[in-house]
């Protein structure tokens, strides 16, 4: 209660507050055969709380946005989740974005979760020539933290050939949980915004994406997005792709599935999905709606699936971790899981359930420990949003977020198959 009530007087009293910071080149992009495309890095950041713990709070905050916004979609100050604590992001996604004319490079999170875009929990933002503020209040609100902040419009460069005029961004007054990095590049369906702007609640705030669409950067509303599987707390070999799909990185074509209508998985970037086990095609979970996300570090299930997930191979809980422990001798006879789409099976061998033991003593494990990354939704199935196929999953299978023809796509890649773990 204390968290809410300190946001809405913060609310009420900051709207002019801003800092700044030095100008920097552009950053620097790859242009492909289809669409553009912008390098990110993707970072390890446990602090105080343990992945599958990270994990459900970020879900938590995803379906209670979902809840407000099909509930009412009117009253700023209602759109907090004040029940939810405030922790860090643990793996994700940065890219170098510019803001600005001169252009100010910012450290931003690109998530699929969300759809604003805001800078200024790291580095201060600095007023330039195109900056320009509409008088506005934004805030935000994840399972990870918030954001309370200044609506301004601005140039946002993504590359040399990706420069957005007349960009809606949020310029952080106070933000929490977002500690190293500058703040979020918003990817999510464009609905998600609603509910954002204190003055104008109904109002929609166009995406990065919307406005690339709209100004003729691109020529469809295309997101891919590729990831190898690492064994390092950073590592800088991902893409995100504007526009369309770098083929460079796929050994399949694209398969495309539409979106879910059930919700509150229909909120994000959701899908209809089963999940079995090894050859013997053991259900592990029927087929439901969940999402796919960039901001969940894991592959999480409804408390069900995880349940029959844990004993068809044998596991326990790591209570130190709260990862799944397994046995050398069981984890010899661990077989793949399958991911079951539209009639298509995506392969998720034994390998890819497996934590990288080189990353071990990154969160607090044994170096020698056998470690799996399948975890607990924390909710039972039969709710709309039953998994998430997070951060571990896109490491395999290269993904395309697909607006304009409202579905999503899987591809394999040379990583689908990497025993890197």
Known sequence: MGYQIF???LSSLLLSCISAAPSKPEPIIQVRDRGTTLPFVARLNVSGSTLPEIDRAHVAGLKERARKLQND??????????????????????????????????????????????????????????SQTNGQLMEVTYGSGFVVGQQFTDTVTLGPDLVIEQQQIGVAIISQGFEGVDGILGVGPVDLTQGTLQN?????????????????????????????????????????????????????????????????????????QSVTYGTSGTTILSTTAGIVDTGTSLLLLATDGFDAYTAATGSTLDQNTGLLSISSANYANLQSLFLNVGGST?????????WPRALNTAIGAPSNAILLIVNDLGSPSGEGFDFVDGFVFLERFYSVFDTTNNRIGFATTAHTNDLVN
């Open 73 to 130: 979609s009117t009253h700023f100050q209602d759109k907090r989740q004040s029940s939810f604590g405030v922790i860090n992001e643990a793996v994700f996604y940065v890219a170098s974005v510019g803001v600005g004319t001169p252009a100010s490079l910012f450290e931003l999170i690109i998530d699929t979760g969300s759809s604003n875009t805001w800078v200024g929990s790291g580095r201060a933002f600095s007023e330039t020539s195109s």
């Open 346 to 354: 995506f392969e998720f061998t034994k390998n890819a359930q497996t």
């Open 200 to 272: 104008d609640p109904n109002a929609f705030v166009p995406t990065v994406s919307d406005n690339l669409l709209s100004q003729g950067a691109i020529s469809e509303e295309v997101l891919g997005i590729f990831f190898a599987p690492t064994t390092s707390v950073v590592a800088a070999n991902g893409e995100l792709t504007f526009g369309g799909i770098d083929s460079s990185k796929i050994t399949q074509d694209v398969q495309f599935f539409p979106l879910t209508s059930t919700f509150p998985a229909s909120e994000f970037w959701g899908i209809d």
């Open 7 to 9: 946001l809405v007087a």
